[in-house]
């Protein structure tokens, strides 16, 4: 094939990756109509084809997911190595996307990346609040952030933030005519503000441990949220019991808005990792930024 559609088939590889012409027109900075033009030339020269298209959405033939596998890694490499030379002669430059939280954004990384932001203006970082523990490699995102236990195999980890413990937490007026639990199982009869990640919309499970002993339960109430800071809000109205990280409700704890209970049932877990691939040649925006979020005991 002509060494001049290369560019053709980086087309196809983000048409393929976004399922959508008008993300993937944006992304090369080109039309839709000249993109859609470029993806029916490049089926009519191999003679086959590897797009469906509909009026609101593209997917893969069999022959476009096949080609797609065995091309995508070859064009990421292509552009990681013209980026890794561009380098070596320029200052830090281009983007990095970041699958991550809310939480995460606001305590841990948001505060570590002003200064390396303000230093190199020509790195542009994306931080896509995402509760849903999404493939960073089949959502194109450099890196990911998870707690401890939850890196994926094949992944390089590197600790970006102090350990992190959770809190059970209520208003006074919520407690003035119930009971405050002793044992994690008391919170049957309360009601609880609910999790929901949106991977398999399953529930968040609520995680105690005391003397070596686990307790989960699996709670119930009047709202459900797939953020942790709305959480922390409806407790503060007076809703019910939030579990959120401790360190997002403590002056409310001190305050006395918020009653913290179940404390001897609330261990410190693992703090927040950066993960990501391990076969993959990283720029130097990427490394810099690796080195600004690293956590250090």
Partial sequence: MARENLNDLTAFVIVAREKNFTRAAAQLGVSQSALSHTLRALEARLGMKLLTRTTRSVALTDIGETLLEGLGPYIDGIQAQLQSLKDQNNSPSGTIRISTSDYAINTVI?????????????IKLELIDDYALTDIVQGRFDAGTRFGEQITNGMISVRIGP?????????PGYFAHRDIPQHPTDLLLHNCINLRFPTYGNLYVWEFEKDGKSVNVKVEGQLVFSRIYQNLDAALKGYGLAHVPRDIAEHHIASGELISVLEDWCPWWDGYYLFYPERRNHSKAFMLLLDALRHYK
């Fill in 110 to 122: 948001w505060p570590k990346v002003d200064r390396l932001l303000k230093t190199y203006p020509d």
């Fill in 163 to 171: 350990d992190v413990r959770f809190a059970v937490v209520g208003t």
